[in-house]
């Protein structure tokens, strides 16, 4: 079965600085995408974040940005010039590709980051 | 457009009560989610609708969790004869089809004293 690690459950920056959080997997597929999502205080789940695992490239959105390394198994998230408006729960999630699988989200238990004017 | 929408917000019952939780996912999403969402939890997988396929059930924890769902419109949730431990936010969400993006609902929390 597949497994989602988060090892931060706090994490702090200051406004405008950069953090990264942390996510490793553990999976024996070799099709599936990983996702970041941002859940603030309103419980809304909003996607920050995907990437596919057979592109090598490191997806970015803006101020977000990836760092995926397969064959470690770690996907980590970079948020560049950090906002108040960053401050929420952070989530990695892992979701099969293989044929006929159900498509569910597997996700990790957070990184809770608060953001300092 | 409109997003996913649940109800109630909130829903405070009392242990052994049945509760219904329901979800209204965005209009044409063909696939349909349930996550548990424990206190400092990630979310845990608990029932996915595909158009008109049977549903994978896999993530329901007990015979006391059942979900239906009519063609591609409304999902409810029903939790019988609840538990302390059911004490949760119970998130929703759809999708275009199984591989697309799923868009989440704001979730029911519900607590059961």
């Known amino acids: 079965a597949q497994t989602v690690t988060q090892s931060q459950p706090e994490m702090s920056v200051q406004e405008a600085e950069t953090v990264t959080l942390s996510c490793t997997y553990d999976?024996?597929?070799?099709?599936?995408?990983l996702f970041w999502y941002k859940q603030p205080p309103s419980r809304q789940m909003i996607l920050v974040i995907r990437?596919?695992?057979?592109?090598?490239q490191n997806a970015t959105e803006n101020r977000f940005s990836v760092n995926f390394q397969k064959a470690a198994k770690s996907f980590s998230l970079k948020i560049s010039d950090s906002q108040l408006g960053d401050a929420a729960m952070y989530f990695c999630?892992?979701?099969?590709?293989?044929?006929?699988?159900?498509?569910?989200?597997?996700f990790g238990t957070g990184t809770l980051l608060a953001v300092q004017p | 457009g409109a997003g996913v929408s649940q109800s109630p917000s909130n829903k405070v019952t009392e242990k052994g009560k049945d509760v219904e939780l329901r979800c209204d996912p965005i209009?044409?999403?063909?696939?349909l989610y349930w996550y548990r969402q424990r206190l400092g939890q990630g979310l845990e997988f608990l029932i996915y609708?595909?158009?008109?396929?049977?549903?994978?059930k896999s993530g329901l924890p007990s015979d006391r969790f059942s979900a239906e769902r009519t063609g591609e419109s409304v999902s409810t949730l029903t939790i019988q004869r609840t538990q302390q431990e059911d004490s949760a936010v119970y998130l929703c969400?759809?999708?275009?089809?199984?591989?697309?993006?799923?868009?989440f609902g704001p979730g029911t929390r519900l607590t059961v004293l």
């Open positions: 969400a759809s999708s275009p089809d199984r591989i697309n993006e799923q868009f």
């Open positions: 999976t024996s597929e070799s099709d599936y995408y």
């Open positions: 990437q596919e695992a057979y592109k090598q």
């Open positions: 999630a892992y979701r099969s590709e293989q044929g006929g699988a159900t498509n569910k989200l597997i």
């Open positions: 209009s044409g999403h063909t696939a």
């Open positions: 609708f595909q158009g008109n396929s049977a549903p994978d």
